[in-house]
C-alpha cells in the first residue's frame, strides 16, 4: 500500500468521525490531524483574550490572534494532544463554553484562509488522516479517499453525553441535543466551507455500527485500492 495517502473523513459533529479517523491512521501508521481541535483551541484563546467575535472588528481581532498563535499536535501515551502557545488545552477545549463558541467563530473567512493553509502545511507530503467539515471540498479537494461519516441526531447526543460524562461534566441529553441540532444547523449553512459531502466522498451510517465496524470499513475500502 501506498504509504501517503491522503484520507479525509468530514461529518456533522459527533458522527464518529475522531475515533474512526484515529483508529484507521494508527491501523496505517499514519499521521492524525483532528481540525475540529484546532478550531477549538482559537475559540479558547478567544475566550482568554475577550475577544469578541461579533465585534466591528472581529476580522483584524482573529487575525492578529492567529499570528500570535501556535499550535502543535503531539502524541503521548497513545493519546493525541493538542498545544496552544506550548500549553496542553486538550481538555479545556471540549467543555461546552469553547465547543459553543467553535461553530461561529469557524464560519470567519480569514480563520478559514488560515487555517486550510495551516493544515496543509502540516499534512505536507505524509501519509494522513485528516478529519473536520471541509477537508474533502476544500482543504484536500484531490484527496485520495474521502469518506463522510453520519448518524441519526439521537445517536450522536449520546455519543456525546457519554464522552462529557467520561470527562465529568453533567448535561441533560435534550440540551445535548439541542447544541448539536444548533451546531450542524451553523456549520452547514454558513457561507464559507461549509459542512457538506464532497461529491465524490463515500458516505458511511454509523447510527448502528459498533466501532470496529466503521474502522474496517474505512480500511477495507483503503485496501481494495492496491
Ligand atoms: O469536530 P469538532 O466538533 O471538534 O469541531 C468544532 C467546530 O469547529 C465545529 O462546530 C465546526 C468547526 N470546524 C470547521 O468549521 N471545520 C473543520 N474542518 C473542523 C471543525
Known amino acids: 500500500m501506498k504509504n501517503n495517502y491522503i484520507i479525509a473523513i468530514d461529518g456533522p459533529a459527533s458522527s464518529g468521525k475522531s475515533t474512526t479517523a484515529k483508529l484507521v491512521a494508527e491501523h496505517l501508521g499514519y499521521t492524525y490531524i483532528d481540525t475540529g481541535a484546532m478550531y ?7 475566550i482568554i483574550n475577550n475577544i469578541n467575535i461579533d465585534s466591528k472588528d472581529a476580522e483584524f481581532q482573529i487575525s492578529k490572534a492567529m499570528s500570535e498563535i501556535s499550535l502543535e499536535f503531539r502524541k503521548i501515551n497513545s ?3 493538542i498545544f496552544l502557545n506550548k500549553e496542553d488545552v486538550s481538555k479545556r477545549i471540549r467543555e ?3 465547543t459553543a463558541l467553535s461553530s461561529p467563530l469557524s464560519a470567519k473567512k480569514i480563520l478559514r484562509e488560515k487555517m486550510v493553509k495551516l493544515q496543509r502545511d502540516i499534512v505536507k ?10 477537508i474533502g471540498t476544500v ?6 479517499f474521502k469518506f463522510f461519516l453520519t448518524a441519526s441526531l439521537y445517536v ?8 462529557y460524562a467520561d470527562e465529568g461534566i453533567k448535561m441533560d441529553i435534550e440540551q445535548i ?4 441540532f444548533i451546531r450542524d444547523s451553523n456549520d452547514s449553512s454558513r457561507k464559507n466551507a461549509p459542512l457538506k459531502k464532497a461529491d465524490d466522498a463515500i458516505e458511511i451510517d454509523t447510527s448502528d455500527l459498533t466501532i470496529e465496524q466503521q474502522v474496517d470499513k474505512v480500511i477495507e475500502i483503503i485496501k481494495t485500492k492496491d
Not at 507530503?125 to 478529519?131: L, M, P, R
Not at 450522536?156 to 464522552?163: F, I, P, S
Not at 441535543?177 to 448539536?180: A, Y
Open 125 to 134: 507530503d505524509k501519509g494522513a488522516v485528516i478529519e473536520g467539515r471541509d
Open 139 to 144: 482543504v484536500f479537494p484531490n484527496a485520495d
Open 177 to 180: 441535543k439541542q447544541n448539536i
Open 156 to 163: 450522536r447526543a449520546r455519543r456525546r453525553a457519554k464522552q
Open 79 to 81: 493519546e493525541y494532544h
Open 96 to 98: 461546552p463554553d469553547v
Open 40 to 46: 477549538r483551541a482559537v475559540a479558547l484563546y478567544c
